[in-house]
C-alpha cells in the first residue's frame, strides 16, 4: 500500500492527538455556523466527523476528548434554549443518542485504526521476514510463514469473491465434461439454483432434471457443441426451483485445456437475472401503453377533426369534378379541343393526387404500427400539417403562417411522431385564440439552432400562458381547457425526449404564447 494512503499514517505524537481533537470542535462549529454551507441545522454529522477523526488519529482518549467536547458544544449552541448550559430535561434525550451515537461512531474509528495499523504492522513485519529469510538462508520457516500468509489471502479472497457473488447473484460452477460429473458449486451456486449447500455436490442429472423442459434442449445443445470444439458457450435458460419458482439464469462456460489440448473440464458462472427480464418487460409494456396511448391521442384529435378534414378533403374533389365537366365541354363540340380537354385532365390528376394525399396523412395518423424512424425533412412535416389544419385554421378566422428556413437540417425520427407532435402544439395555438379579440396568427417557424439541431416554433397572438403553468402544462393530466384531457403536451414532450430532443414554452411578445421543440441532426440523432 502507498505511504501516501492517509489510513496508514502512523499515529501523531499525544501532544498533537489531543490537540486535533480540541481543534476540531471548532471547527465544527465554524463550519455550521459559516452563512454560505447552510449546515445550521444539521451539525450532528459534523461532530460525528470530529469524534471520527479525533478517534482515528488520536485513539480511545483522544475520541472521549471530542466527544465530550462535542457534546458539550451540542448542548450550549444547538439545544433550546440556546446558549446555556441550564438543566434542559426536554432535550435530554437528544442529547443521550448523541452520545450513543458519538461512542459507537468513535469506537468503531478506534477498532478501525486499530486493524489498519495491525495491517501496516503485518506488512512491515512480513517484509522484515522476507529480508531475514534471505540473510539467514532459512527454507522451512520461510516456507511456513509464506504458507500461512497465503492461506490467510486465500481466506480473504474467498470471503471477498463469496460478498461479491451474493452481491450480484453470481455463482460459480466447475463440470467434468467426460464424465458429467459436477466438480464445485460456490454458496452463491447453490442459493441461485436452490439446491441445498448441505446436502453435497449436486449431480448433474438432478440438475438437468431442474431444467425447464422447453430449454433443456437447447443447454444439452450448447454444451455439447463447446465441448467438441473446445469453445466458450454463454445463453439463457430457465430453471424450476424445488418450490415450483421459474428463475431465469445467464450461464457462461469457459474449457480449461490441458498442455496437450485436451479439455479438462468447464468452469463458469451462473447469474440469476429474473429481476432484470422483468424489469425489461415492465419497460416494454411501459413503451407500449405510452404508444397506444399516443394512438389514441392521435384518433381522439382526428375524430374531433373530423369538419376540417372533409372540408380538406372536399376542396380537390370538387375541383375535379368541375374539371371533369370542362372536360367533357371540350370533348362533346362540334370540332372538340384536344388540348384543353387533355389541359382539363391534368387538372382533374392534380386534384386527386391532392385528395388522395392528404387521405394517405390522415390514414398515417390512425395507423398503429411500431416506430419507425427514417431521415425526415422538418419543413415538410410543417407543410403536411398545415394542409392538414388549413381548414381548422379557415373555420376561426386564423391566418396560418410558415417561415421555413431552407438549409434546416434534417433528422432521424418517426414522421408520424413528429406529425403527432406538431398537431397538438397547432391545434393548442388555436384553441387559445378562438375567443381571442384583434389579429389572430400561427406562425410555425423552422430554423438551424446551435450544435446542428433543427429548432422549431409555434407562435399564437392567443390568451399567453397563466403564471407558473410554464412547465406544468407538459404534466399529465394537467389542462387549461374546460374539456381537455391534458395528455396532448405530456404525450409530445415524451415523443421529443425519446427522440433525443427537446419541448418548452415561453410567452410570446407581444401577447400569445410560442411552443419550441429541438431535435438533434441525423448524425446526432440517439439510435
Avoid at 398545415?386 to 386564423?398: F, P
Wanted: one cysteine or more.
Amino acid at each position: 500500500m502507498p505511504r501516501s494512503n492517509p489510513l496508514l499514517w502512523l499515529k501523531p505524537p499525544a501532544i498533537w492527538s489531543y490537540g486535533i481533537a480540541v481543534l476540531s470542535v471548532p471547527a465544527v462549529l465554524f463550519i455550521s455556523w459559516w452563512p454560505v454551507l447552510h449546515l445550521r441545522d444539521a451539525p450532528v454529522s459534523l461532530f460525528l466527523c470530529a469524534v471520527i477523526l479525533s478517534a482515528w488519529f488520536g485513539g480511545a482518549g483522544p475520541g472521549l476528548l471530542s466527544m465530550a467536547l462535542s457534546t458539550l458544544a451540542f448542548y450550549y449552541y444547538f439545544l433550546p434554549p440556546t446558549q446555556s448550559l441550564d438543566a434542559k430535561p426536554e432535550e435530554i434525550p437528544r442529547v443521550l443518542i448523541f452520545i450513543m451515537s458519538a461512542l459507537f461512531v468513535g469506537s468503531l474509528s478506534v477498532a478501525q485504526r486499530r486493524a489498519t495499523e495491525s495491517l501496516r504492522h503485518a506488512r512491515d513485519d512480513l517484509k522484515l521476514t522476507v529480508q531475514e529469510l534471505q540473510n539467514t538462508n532459512e527454507a522451512l520457516q520461510a516456507e511456513s510463514r509464506e504458507r500461512k500468509s497465503a492461506e490467510e489471502s486465500l481466506r480473504r479472497s474467498e470471503g471477498y469473491l463469496a460478498e461479491a457473488q451474493r452481491l450480484s447473484h453470481t455463482g460459480s460452477w466447475a463440470s467434468i465434461p467426460a464424465t458429467g460429473e459436477i466438480k464445485y458449486f460456490s454458496e452463491e451456486c447453490y442459493r441461485v439454483l436452490g439446491f441445498d449447500p448441505h446436502g453435497g455436490q449436486p449431480r448433474y442429472e438432478a440438475f438437468f432434471q431442474r431444467v425447464h423442459p422447453d430449454d433443456q434442449a437447447k443447454l444439452s445443445e450448447a454444451v455439447e457443441k463447446a465441448g467438441r470444439g473446445k469453445t466458450e458457450f454463454e445463453l439463457d435458460y430457465r430453471f424450476v426451483r424445488p418450490s415450483g419458482e421459474i428463475r431465469d439464469i445467464h450461464v457462461v462456460g469457459h474449457p480449461v485445456l490441458s498442455p496437450f489440448s485436451d479439455l479438462v473440464e468447464f468452469v463458469g458462472t451462473v447469474m440469476d437475472v429474473t429481476e432484470r427480464k422483468r424489469a425489461e418487460q415492465e419497460r416494454e409494456r411501459l413503451r407500449q401503453a405510452q404508444a397506444d396511448l399516443a394512438h389514441v391521442n392521435r384518433v381522439a384529435t382526428m375524430g374531433e377533426l373530423t369538419a376540417s378534414v372533409a372540408h380538406e378533403v372536399n376542396q380537390p374533389i370538387a375541383a375535379a369534378v368541375t374539371n371533369a365537366k370542362t372536360c367533357l365541354r371540350w370533348l362533346t363540340r362540334d370540332h372538340p379541343d384536344v388540348e384543353e380537354a387533355r389541359a382539363a385532365a391534368m387538372r382533374i390528376v392534380n386534384d386527386g393526387t391532392r385528395a388522395a394525399e392528404i387521405i394517405k396523412r390522415i390514414r398515417l395518423l390512425f395507423k398503429k404500427e411500431t416506430s419507425e424512424r427514417e431521415l425526415v425533412n422538418i419543413n415538410e412535416v410543417v407543410e403536411e400539417m398545415v394542409v392538414l389544419l388549413r381548414g381548422e385554421a379557415m373555420r376561426y378566422s386564423i391566418l396560418l403562417k410558415t417561415e421555413l428556413e431552407a438549409d434546416i437540417p434534417r433528422v432521424m425520427a418517426d414522421r408520424v411522431q413528429l406529425q403527432q407532435v406538431l398537431m397538438n402544439l397547432m391545434l393548442n395555438g388555436m384553441d387559445a385564440m378562438k375567443d381571442a379579440n384583434g389579429t389572430r396568427e400561427l406562425i410555425i417557424k423552422t430554423q438551424r439552432a446551435e450544435n446542428n439541431q433543427a429548432l422549431v416554433s409555434v407562435n399564437d397572438t392567443g390568451v399567453g400562458l397563466h403564471p407558473g403553468q410554464a412547465d406544468r402544462i407538459f404534466t399529465a393530466f394537467f389542462t387549461t381547457k374546460p374539456h381537455g384531457t391534458g395528455m396532448g403536451l405530456s404525450i409530445s414532450r415524451s415523443i421529443v425526449e425519446s427522440h433525443g430532443g427537446r419541448l418548452w414554452a415561453s410567452d410570446n411578445s407581444p401577447r400569445g404564447a410560442s411552443f419550441w421543440f429541438s431535435l438533434p441532426a441525423k448524425d446526432e440523432a440517439p439510435e
